[in-house]
């Protein structure tokens, strides 16, 4: 209503200093999360300190064997390698996260990079275009 | 509930909105270096220790089933999230149970149940005259035999122009039919697993915004990659956040549990559920797999359905 059209009229006002943030583009929107994942190499020590800090002493023998029943233990360790690695394990696979060494496995397989089309699907589009690829 | 005032919005219209949301992203579980805010995540890093100054971190969201899950069966999770920040996804766990969110994907049942759901409510309105309903033709055109031309006994017969038609729709039609009650509760199973299983289903403690602009809920589905069309599903009433954001955007649909359908599944990309409505789905889905079957139809008055009598 009325208060929309102050706001443009303050906006245009205020035009000239913004367009030093206009020209960022990753300030103003948060990216999309990224997709790719490559794992670090030093994946099996990261994983197994974030493990014997989080299970203490319950730690087996095999540190790929411990169990992760109790959900707030799970939680905790795969909520922290998702911060650390900047990559969450997906809803689907999260019952196959039976063991420590699954966890391992599933860090351990990189994901690919999206194609130039999903890259450019997942950008900023003008409104009326919309691109639809399925592979 | 946080009411974004006139200066958040007009940050909002400048680009800066998420700059002037006061919901601070939340920490991640000791992180080792606090975030950067929005720039992007460097995916190599050691491991350094847990610095002393950490934000205290809320404790995790965990839920189990209320319906036992009987072994060798075991509940599948998904990760509970929240609409407060667009990267508060982690904020806890949740089991599911296997006998709604990990049955068969069995597409023959989708197939029948998205069909029936567009054909019990279609009647066709379609209907054409026939020879008996054409205005004329009551008398013979010519004598039978004689005159030379073909033998004929009214001008409105389905060979002439301007006849009747022989085997038109005759409407209205109806294409009313029932699926057994527990196909159309397999397929909704069958839509719910396949949506997890496809990583297209994600769960919300609450459905509490900190505005309600649709460009938030929008761009908060934009950073999560959640596709182009979201359902969202709450048990009773939504938050006026939320709902003030919803009115106006196509892709981004707000229904109860109640309604929930495989046809809007099918359509949506993406699904949204409550902790409550997760609640609801089990204790309404899994109620068939153990009931006997219905002597008198469910309308009439029973002692242990698991829906509440309807009143009067």
């Given at each position: ?135 | ?148 031309r073909a033998r004929h006994g009214s001008v409105r017969s389905p060979l002439w122009r301007g006849g009747g038609i022989a085997h038109g729709p005759r409407g209205p039609t109806s294409y009313f039919y029932m699926l057994p009650m527990r196909v159309r509760v397999l397929g909704l199973k069958v ?122």
């Open positions: 209503g009325a208060s929309r059209k102050e706001e443009r009229e303050v906006e245009a006002d205020r035009a000239v200093p913004e367009r030093e943030e206009r020209s960022e583009p990753s300030l103003i929107h948060p990216p999309p999360r990224r997709r790719s994942y490559v794992p670090p190499k030093d994946l099996q020590s990261c994983l197994e300190s974030h493990v014997r800090e989080v299970f203490g002493p319950s730690v087996p023998q095999d540190w790929q064997q411990t169990p992760l029943q109790e959900n707030r233990l799970k939680h905790r360790l795969l909520a922290r390698l998702a911060a650390e690695l900047g990559h969450a394990v997906p809803n689907s696979q999260l019952h196959r996260m039976r063991r420590a060494g699954d966890v391992l496995g599933f860090y351990r397989s990189p994901v690919k990079d999206s194609t130039k089309i999903d890259e450019l699907a997942a950008a900023e589009l003008p409104p009326n275009l919309k691109i639809i690829w399925q592979q | 509930m946080i009411r974004a005032g006139a200066a958040a919005l007009r940050a909002w219209s400048r680009g800066r909105g998420w700059a002037a949301l006061s919901t601070a992203p939340p920490a991640p579980p000791a992180a080792p270096e606090p975030r950067r805010g929005l720039a992007a995540r460097v995916p190599h890093r050691r491991c350094p220790h847990v610095s002393p100054e950490e934000p205290p971190v809320p404790p995790p969201v965990l839920r189990s089933c209320r319906v036992p899950v009987v072994p060798p069966l075991s509940p599948v999770q998904a990760w509970v999230g929240s609409l407060r920040h667009p990267e508060d996804t982690l904020r806890g766990l949740a089991d599911l149970h296997p006998d709604v969110f990990a049955v068969t994907p069995r597409l023959d049942i989708l197939h029948a149940v998205a069909t029936w759901q567009r054909n019990y409510k279609r009647i066709s309105h379609a209907r054409v005259r026939s020879r008996a309903e054409v205005r004329g033709g009551g008398r013979k055109p010519w004598r039978q035999k004689g005159s030379g839509a719910l697993s396949v949506k997890l299983m496809q990583d297209e289903l994600h769960v919300v403690d609450t459905l509490e915004m900190p505005s309600s602009d649709p460009r938030y809920l929008l761009e908060l589905a934009r950073a999560r990659r959640w596709g182009r069309s979201v359902l969202v599903v709450d048990t009773n009433e939504f938050p006026e956040n939320i709902s003030a954001a919803a009115e106006g955007l196509k892709s981004i649909t707000l229904i109860p549990a109640l309604g929930l359908n495989v046809h809007s599944l099918l359509k949506h990309q993406t699904l949204l559920l409550t902790l409550d409505a997760v609640a609801f789905l089990e204790q309404r889905l899994l109620w068939h797999d153990a009931r006997y079957s219905a002597l008198v139809p469910f309308s009439l008055p029973h002692r242990d359905l698991p829906w509440p009598p309807p009143a009067g």
